[in-house]
């Protein structure tokens, strides 16, 4: 058999790679080189085949084993997608451009990604006439459905991390189940679906496709030491940290460490505190190296993450749940987990959504543990007690059974598809659905909620690649002369945070900031930090810097922005200023989130209007500590108690005016008082 290092293959890069760089060169051999290591290279005929006589497949395999970096490239190769592309979805952005990135580096003979190899997530799209490889969030595919529900693009559309049970791969998941089948009805190109995971219920899925058939790759995965915690932590930011630095004091140097935390404040702030102590000549051990991969990062900073780390330093990825089974990095040994990931849930009966820190399911945890056993054996520490571990869910449940679904019933209109009737794996709960479309209804999106198809304000809303009430905010945005400030307002929702906000520096911050601050609210500051943003110019680094301002969320912002703005102007809204109008913007903010409108009591709490829930002011809102009457607001975090965040003061008088409707239903305290 071709031995994994085989020399003939080398040779054979060898001669067809250009005659440039010398370390380029070797950087490909070794390149393809490792491909030729993967589990998954040895059935590359063997998949081939199935792929070839089934047209829909399941393909599950061990983290690593390469289905999501190789088996694309094998189907490429055979040219199985004969004139079409071939789609692969990936639950996260993050995932679906660093993998691409990476196997338009294993193309080789020059290619970019972009190239033969491309990707196209949420605001940008990476892809050419070549690109015959397309990796794409499950969100972008869904909207390309949207545009052509046969998806003809596509000869092969692969489902990859099925397990993860998004909400856009549920749906997908009957999507392209129906575009089979009717571009078999009717004599069109064939589609191949092609469903992947590390891990899931082979018999729930198959059944659904139609009793397909599923084949197990067997990866090579080493016994991993699982460690509990003998006492429940209560900080697991702080116990991530001292488990580092005991491991690293014991460990060599080349044995890396994998830290899953939730998200980007928590990772910088623990990526901070790892960095100042392991250079403090007191703390034993060797040089580190911190590495961060969530959301929100530049693609190029991600992508230093697979980096081989030299032998004498130790590295360290400090990583959202993206790790867990989406990307795999070589040479970790070691696993700290804080049993813990951020995740979106609705409560329809509070009306809430929360993004919300959660424990993580069983099933999650040992695919963490897992990450540790790749090359070789490996040690595991969970920051929970065993008994905390028994307790977590089994596995995690989709989605679409925990989540708001506006979103997913506006686009399946748009479709001509009413939720009710989908052909969902799992049904959503029907009061969610019954909720969306009440929803929709006081959007204006449709006439009733029975309805299965949209009014043209909803056809509008679909245009836009956001939550059907940031697109109605748009939408309104000409009418109250200020779709300028909606258009950088509703881009700065978009990205992550550009508020940076130090722990140790918070006076100076309050200082430097003050100049922006508006009495009305947050969405208001943040529109006059863009402001003066965008009249920097060159300096644009060192004003981020001095302000505290963290510059690639608000350059992203920037991009997120003209492509909104493109849109609209597609639309035909006329793109109009209020100037210092700031009543219009807030008057407009509420024409899409009228349902996210809290109310002062006699005892200073906030009460929410629509499910009469208890709430507060966050302390990082300019309105903290000040009580507005009416407070308007983007979302509902919880932590020790529910906050609101990012948030605009609004009079009560407009609350009628913006939602005839649905105020008529919600009585007003102080209306009623007065
Ligand atoms: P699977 O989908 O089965 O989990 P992948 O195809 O994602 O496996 O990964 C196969 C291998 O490719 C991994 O072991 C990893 O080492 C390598 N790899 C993936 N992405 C990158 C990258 N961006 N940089 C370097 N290596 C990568
Ligand atoms: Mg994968």
């Known amino acids: 058999r071709n031995g994994p290092s085989s020399p003939k293959k080398v040779k054979l890069n060898d001669s067809e790679s250009k005659p440039s760089l010398a370390n380029g060169n070797k950087f490909k051999i070794s390149i393809q080189e490792q491909r030729t290591k993967l589990p998954v290279y040895d059935k590359k005929n063997k998949l081939l085949d199935l792929i070839k006589r089934h047209n829909t497949l399941i393909i599950l395999g061990e983290t690593g084993s390469g289905k999501t970096t190789q088996i694309p490239q094998y189907i490429n190769s055979a040219r ?38 491309g990707y196209t997530v949420r605001f940008e799209d990476v892809t050419s006439k070549r690109t015959k490889i397309k990796y794409l969030t499950d969100g972008m595919l869904l909207r390309e459905a949207m545009f052509d529900n046969l998806l003809m693009e596509y000869t092969v559309i692969i489902l990859d991390e099925a397990h993860e049970r998004t909400i856009n791969t549920d749906v997908l998941f009957g999507i392209v189940k129906n575009a089979q089948k009717v571009r078999e009805s009717r004599n069109l190109e064939p589609l191949k679906i092609i469903i992947m995971s590390a891990t899931m219920d082979v018999d729930h899925f198959s059944k659904y496709f139609n009793n397909c058939q599923a084949v197990y790759l067997e990866g090579r995965t080493y016994p991993v030491n699982v460690f509990y915690t003998v006492k429940p932590h209560d900080d697991y930011q702080t116990a991530s940290v001292a488990t580092f630095f005991k491991i ?335 009543e219009q913007v807030r008057r407009c903010l509420l024409t899409g989130l009228f349902m996210n409108v809290a109310e002062l009591h006699r005892d200073r709490q906030y009460i929410t209007l629509d499910k009469r829930q208890v709430v507060s002011i966050h302390p990082s809102s300019v309105l903290h500590g000040q009580q507005p009457h009416f407070v308007l607001f983007t979302e509902v975090v919880q932590t020790t108690k529910r906050y609101l965040r990012l948030l605009s003061t609004v009079e009560g008088e407009w609350l009628q005016e913006a939602a005839p409707d649905y105020f008529r239903t919600h009585s007003i305290k102080c209306a009623r008082e007065s």
């Open 80 to 117: 199985l997608q004969n004139n079409g592309k071939i789609a692969i979805t990936q639950p996260r952005r993050v995932a679906a451009v660093s993998i691409a990135t990476r196997v338009a580096q294993e193309f080789g003979n020059g290619q970019t990604v972009g190239d033969t190899v």
């Open 248 to 582: 690293h004091r014991e460990a060599p140097a080349n044995h890396d460490v994998l830290i899953f935390l939730t998200g980007q404040e928590e990772i910088e702030a623990v990526a901070h505190q790892i960095r100042v102590l392991s250079k403090d000549p007191e703390v034993e051990g060797p040089p580190v190296r911190v590495c961060t991969l969530y959301a929100a990062q530049p693609s190029s900073q991600q992508m230093t993450v697979f980096n081989p780390s030299p032998q004498n330093l130790r590295k360290v990825i400090i990583s959202t749940n993206i790790a867990e089974t989406s990307v795999t990095i070589t040479g970790i040994k070691y696993i700290i987990d804080s049993g813990m990931v951020k995740a979106r849930t609705y409560h329809p009966a509070t009306g809430l959504e929360l993004l919300k820190v959660q424990r993580i399911s069983q099933e999650q945890a040992w695919q963490r543990t897992g990450r540790a056993g790749r090359d070789s054996e490996g040690t595991c520490y969970r920051l929970y007690t065993r008994s905390q571990f028994e307790m977590m869910q089994k596995s995690t449940i989709p989605e679409i059974q925990r989540a708001n679904l506006t979103s997913v019933a506006l686009q399946l209109l748009a479709l001509d598809i009413h939720a009710l009737y989908f052909d969902f794996m799992d049904k959503p709960p029907e009061d969610a659905i019954t909720t969306a479309f009440e929803q929709l209804k006081l959007l204006g999106a449709i006439d009733n909620v029975e309805s299965s198809s949209l009014t043209s304000l909803g056809e509008q809303m679909v245009k836009f690649p956001l939550d059907p009430r940031f697109s109605k905010i748009l939408l309104s945005a000409s009418n109250f002369g200020c779709l300028v400030e909606v258009l950088t307002i509703v881009s700065l929702l978009s990205v992550e945070s550009i508020l940076l906000s130090p722990p140790n520096k918070r006076e100076q911050v309050q200082m430097i900031r003050q100049k922006f601050f508006s009495a009305y609210g947050d969405h208001i500051t943040l529109l006059n930090i863009y402001r003066e943003f965008s009249n920097v110019g060159q300096n644009c680094r060192s004003w981020c810097h001095e302000h505290y301002i963290n510059m690639r969320n608000i350059l992203q912002a920037r991009e997120v922005r003209s492509q909104l703005e493109e849109i609209c102007t597609r639309a035909g809204l006329t793109l109009s200023s209020c100037g210092s109008q700031m």
